[in-house]
């Protein structure tokens, strides 16, 4: 799994450039935790909070990922599990295809991920918004954005923006 810029593509890496640049002139600490994902840490990651912790933790051991621990196997992290083709959605993430970046606040030294009322969400989602980014955070609780209505799942993802 990656954090690389890099491994964006081009056009998608230019955009998500402009909009770290614009959080570093505003003094707004953020560190980029995932860009380019394959099919199968897209599914590893996928599998938390929705399978037994010993299939969760054979998919993440299979790619190179921490292990969780119990408590960490009660929540979802993402929509796609990389592969299947949901009503009216892809399936696979635009982490797979170069065109996303998960993007969170940095304290202390650390990632966090702040409950979702702590208004560096909405700092960090203006920087991205204003490059033609959708924000995770604008899904509703049913997993759609409130444009299109491509997932099927039940879930906000505050990190997440991508260019599709």
Known sequence: MSAKLE?????????????????????????VTCTLR?????YALWCQGRKPLHVV??????????????????YSVTNCDGTRVSEGGTGRSAHQGGNAIDCVPFENGHAVW??????????????FIEQGFTWGGDWDRDGKT???GDD??????YPHYQIM
């Open 7 to 31: 491994d964006l593509n081009p056009s998608t890496r230019l955009k998500a450039g402009k909009a770290l640049a614009r959080l570093l002139k505003d003094g707004v600490p953020f560190i």
């Open 38 to 42: 394959t099919k199968e840490e897209q």
């Open 57 to 74: 933790n054979a998919a993440r051991a299979k790619v190179g990922l921490y292990l969780l621990v119990e408590r960490e196997n009660r």
């Open 114 to 127: 702040p409950v979702e009322s702590d208004p560096r969400w909405k700092k960090i989602a203006a920087a």
């Open 146 to 148: 409130k444009l299109d």
């Open 152 to 157: 099927d799942e039940d879930m906000v993802d």
